[in-house]
């Protein structure tokens, strides 16, 4: 048994989220013209064909009192689902969306953090003195070590911190705490606007990360820096901003729901087998 599928439909994937879409089950009568969206059964059962993964829900007829619609109404006055590549681009456009909230939670905590360390820096700084003092009794005693080294590098660099450098750091991870939170509400909400921000964000936070990952290389900075280079590319190429590829107007070819719900071709007859002449 395979765990994972040959294939994933996210249509099959967001009706088990939310529910298939069914209008054929809230009208109270399905002609011969609606045989492609719902159909009733000489036994009184209803097939009822779910416009968003096409599978058919098999159930009864809805009451007179219970019915949404007496007919089937026009595709066009219907709420349709999405499917194809506006579905998954809006998947992909909540999982960006989690990413960048999950950013906005990491930046606000480290503010926080940074403003309870500026605020108690004298007291910090004092035990750090005395930490350091003691350590090099210690080291003057045993020796040094290299774990000596390393923890009295740590305790002098938080003697060397100044209110000045705190602040300006707390102050720029609330900014980013606040942007990283806008993108993240305008992304899930799909809107426009915070794609472009999420891009101009990007590009202006990739030279950071490049300087980072110039002074020490690790898993988690060469992650983190594929993941936005590919956040970038797919905002700009995908959801056409800044002109690309027609822009806005050319974003989403529209669903020809009328391809979609034609009946299948039926397969041409195989020609005539014929025997060749000796």
Not at 72 to 101: F, T, V, W, Y
Not at 147 to 161: A, K, N, P, Q, T
Request: glycine share 6%.
């Amino acid at each position: 048994m395979r765990l994972i599928p040959r294939r994933w439909h996210a249509e099959t994937w967001v009706c088990s989220m939310r529910g298939h879409c069914t209008p054929a089950a809230q009208v109270e009568r399905v002609g011969p013209a609606d045989r492609e969206i719902g159909v009733d059964t000489p036994d009184g059962r209803r097939l009822s064909r779910c416009l968003r993964c096409d599978v058919w829900i098999e159930g009864f007829p809805p009451s007179a009192g219970a019915a949404r619609y007496d007919a089937m109404p026009e595709l066009r006055s219907l709420d349709l689902p999405r499917r194809g590549k506006p579905l998954n681009d809006a998947i992909l456009l909540r999982l960006i969306a989690l990413n960048r909230g999950v950013h906005s939670v990491v930046f606000g905590l480290l503010a926080i953090a940074l403003l309870v360390l500026d605020t108690r820096l004298f007291d910090v700084q004092s035990y750090a003195q005395d930490a350091a003092d003691r350590l090099d009794g210690v080291a003057g005693n045993t020796g040094p070590s290299a774990s000596h080294d390393i923890l009295s590098s740590s305790l002098h660099r938080v003697l060397d911190l100044n209110r000045s450098t705190i602040t300006v750091l707390a102050v720029t991870s609330l900014a980013y705490c606040v942007i990283e939170g806008v993108e993240a509400v305008g992304l899930w909400r799909e809107r426009r606007w915070a794609e472009y921000l999420t891009v101009i964000a990007t590009v202006g936070f990739l030279p950071f990360e490049i300087h980072e990952l110039l002074d020490r290389i690790t898993v988690v900075r060469v992650g983190a820096l594929i993941l936005n280079v590919a956040v970038l590319v797919y905002l700009v190429h995908s959801k056409r901003l800044f002109g690309l590829r027609g822009g806005h107007a050319a974003l989403h070819e529209q669903i020809d729901w009328a391809e979609v719900l034609a009946p299948p071709t039926r397969p041409e007859p195989a020609p005539p087998h014929v025997t060749p002449l000796h």
